[in-house]
């Protein structure tokens, strides 16, 4: 259907942008930018727990749901990267976590995989 169909469409966003940044700043010493990534994170997670009934409610919306799925684990994981930052807990191999999220078929990407995987890496060498 041409409704699953995606010609070409920009990983960029705004908001992703901002996550680098501050992936960066705490790279750099900033250490307040892990409560600004934690702050995202959860409204993220509010906006994905408000529309889970309506992604949940049809055939169509299957696909979306699905990804929707992924962005939770993907919140999981990112604020247990950030717990590890912050030395609360050591969790092997959650770097290698965020990438299965992605696979390589997808054509909708979680792009925010990528910044939080350097972050772990960051904080664990």
Not at 4 to 27: C, G, P, T
Request: glycine share 4%.
């Amino acid at each position: 259907a041409l409704d699953n169909f995606v010609d070409y469409l920009a990983v960029e966003s705004h908001a992703i942008r901002q996550l680098n940044n501050w992936v960066d700043d705490f790279i750099n010493g900033d250490k307040t930018a892990l409560d600004k990534i934690k702050s995202q994170l959860n409204l993220w997670s509010e906006a994905l727990s408000a529309s889970d009934n309506l992604l949940n409610s049809g055939d169509k919306l299957a696909l979306v749901h699905a990804k929707s799925i992924a962005l939770t684990q993907f919140i999981a994981l990112s604020l247990n990267v950030i717990a590890h930052c912050q030395g609360q807990t050591t969790t092997p191999m959650l770097g290698n976590d965020l990438l299965f999220l992605q696979p390589l078929t997808d054509e909708l990407v979680i792009a925010g995989i990528y910044p939080m995987r350097e972050l772990y890496l960051a904080c664990t060498n």
